[in-house]
């Protein structure tokens, strides 16, 4: 048998004169490692060991060949249950296969299908209350819009029912983000029980949100018939209905964690890759005037619908740039080694910390050329060809790749195509990027933007992205 290698490590000399460090930028602090270093780097930070694996062959054995050995780590688990409670993100092994095999038909093409309608209509009413002219927190806007949508798709709650209830929801998603950012980055947690100030926050976050899901749940138990919950349409529907292989069917804490999870992972996720992507327009006004030309010619004005996704393939390599530069989830769970093993080559002990992270390998040269320039026709059919498969990965992959993720390209392409047929936006002027990595990456107290008619030209554009440049919180 041949010897295995062992991985470069971080040197102190590479951390004493790197510009950023892991705490106050992790995207950046990575990518630089991974340029410096290659494919595969180790590193430790406490007690913990970890590996950044950043060549695409790599991240095959990780999450498919080798998927066995490498669950999500139990740390990474354990803190992001506070949030989430214990759905699909946070479950390991058979009991986590159980609740994909139930949660799988709520995502069925056919049923995604039937909520294009909805989510058009939805985008139309938000975009209604904008004119040009104004300015407008561009983050608001898109998670207050997807969160609508994920009510009424998820729960079958009306727009006008969460209007007055999204800014508590929102509050309490952002105190839940905040804390599971700290825990993420503390070595030593107290237990959840203990009611530190951190733990009492979470607490009181929780209760708004599982409150609100138990009504939900309350109500449509109600409307039940002997028992047995109507189809109304929506997931939660689906997952009352679902039965395991052995006629088992999600108690109710199942389904209000899996519910959770849905809501959480289902709206700031795509309201965050359209928040890039309209940033990424604004400084590219010559991608922005051939996705106009796509979309008028189209939909000639109207909504979009769910025929009309398959001709929208520009709008749809634009948003596939957009995630590719700056993907929403930027760093997937760590997973860790739950034996010795190897991967293509390189010893790999029990225990270890895995790091795949969307970002970096967006952003290697080695898999993209000129990684910084926003071109979608990196993404043309024949283009496309030539991207490895596990080097594009806004989604993840494997047996823990997105279980929403036909949904959001969906949403996300009807939201553009229905915004972008009336308005353009355009950073304000005292706006800059300042990149937030927590669970989610987003632009730190959100993206002040102007709302412009689509008559406007005279583009006078200096915000351009150069992630040097980006502050990041
Ligand atoms: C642009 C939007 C989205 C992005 C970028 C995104 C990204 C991701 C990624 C990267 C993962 C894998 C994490 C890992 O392997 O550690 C994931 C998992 C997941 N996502 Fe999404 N997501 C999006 C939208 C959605 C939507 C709309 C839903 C549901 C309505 C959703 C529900 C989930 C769930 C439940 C999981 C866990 C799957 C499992 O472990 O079996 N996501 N998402």
């Known amino acids: 048998m041949n010897k295995l290698k062992i991985p470069p490590k971080i040197e102190k000399d590479f951390e004493a004169n790197s510009k950023v460090t892991f705490t106050n930028n992790p995207p950046e602090y990575l990518l630089a490692v991974a340029r410096e270093y290659g494919e595969i780097v180790r590193f430790s930070f406490g007690p913990f060991r ?31 249950s506070r949030v989430l409670g214990k759905g699909l993100v946070t479950t390991n092994g058979d009991h986590h296969k159980r609740q994909r095999r139930l949660a799988q038909p709520a995502f069925h093409h056919r049923r995604i299908a039937s909520y294009a309608d909805t989510i058009s209509e939805y985008a ?37 029912e969460m209007v007055g209830k999204s800014t508590d929801i929102a509050h309490a998603i952002d105190e839940l983000q905040t804390i599971a950012d700290k825990n993420m980055d503390r070595i030593v947690n107290l237990p959840y029980w203990f009611p530190t100030r951190d733990n009492r926050r979470n607490w009181r976050a929780r209760n708004i949100l599982d409150s609100t899901i138990s009504k939900i749940m309350d109500d449509r138990r109600q409307a039940s018939i002997d028992g047995v919950a109507a189809d109304t349409g929506d997931l939660l529907s689906m997952l009352m209905m679902a039965e395991d292989e052995d006629g088992s069917s999600m108690d109710d804490v199942e389904i209000r964690d899996q519910l959770l999870t849905l809501f959480m992972a289902g709206h700031e996720t795509t309201s965050n890759a359209l928040l890039w992507t309209w940033y990424l327009l604004s400084q590219h006004p010559e991608v922005e005037a051939k996705m106009h030309a796509e979309i008028d010619e189209v939909l000639d004005g109207r909504l979009p619908t769910m025929e009309d996704l398959s001709s929208l393939t520009y709008t749809e390599m634009v948003l596939k740039e957009s995630m590719r530069i700056l993907p929403p989830v930027w760093m997937l769970n760590a997973r860790k080694a739950i034996e010795d093993t190897e991967i293509l080559g390189y010893h790999v002990p029990k225990g270890t910390q895995i790091f795949v992270a969307p970002y970096v390998i967006h952003n290697l040269e080695e898999n993209y050329p000129n990684p910084s320039e926003f071109d979608p026709e990196r993404f043309n059919p024949e283009n496309a060809e030539q991207i490895h498969k596990y080097a594009w990965l806004p989604f993840g992959a494997g047996g823990r790749v997105c279980i929403g993720n036909s949904f959001a390209m969906m949403e996300a392409k009807l939201i553009l195509a229905t915004y972008a047929q009336r308005f353009r936006f355009r950073l304000d002027p005292t706006e800059s990027v300042r990149l937030q990595a927590r669970i989610t990456m987003t632009n730190y107290q959100g993206m002040q933007m102007q709302v412009v008619g689509r008559d406007f030209d005279g583009d006078d554009i200096d915000h351009v992205f150069e992630p040097d440049r980006v502050e990041v919180i």
């Not at 590996?51 to 803190?79: C, G, H, W, Y």
């Not at 009413?125 to 819009?145: F, P, Q, R």
Request: hydrophobic share 45%; charged share 30%.
């Open 124 to 160: 139309r009413i938000t975009a209604d209350k904008l004119s040009a002219g104004s300015t407008i927190n561009i983050v608001e806007e898109m998670e207050s819009l997807t969160m609508y949508i994920v009510s009424k798709t998820l729960f079958d709650v009306d727009m006008d």
């Open 50 to 80: 970890f590996m950044l694996v950043s060549n695409p062959d790599m991240v095959r054995e990780v999450l498919i060949t080798q998927a066995k050995k490498f669950p999500k780590a139990e740390r990474d688990v354990r803190l992001l």
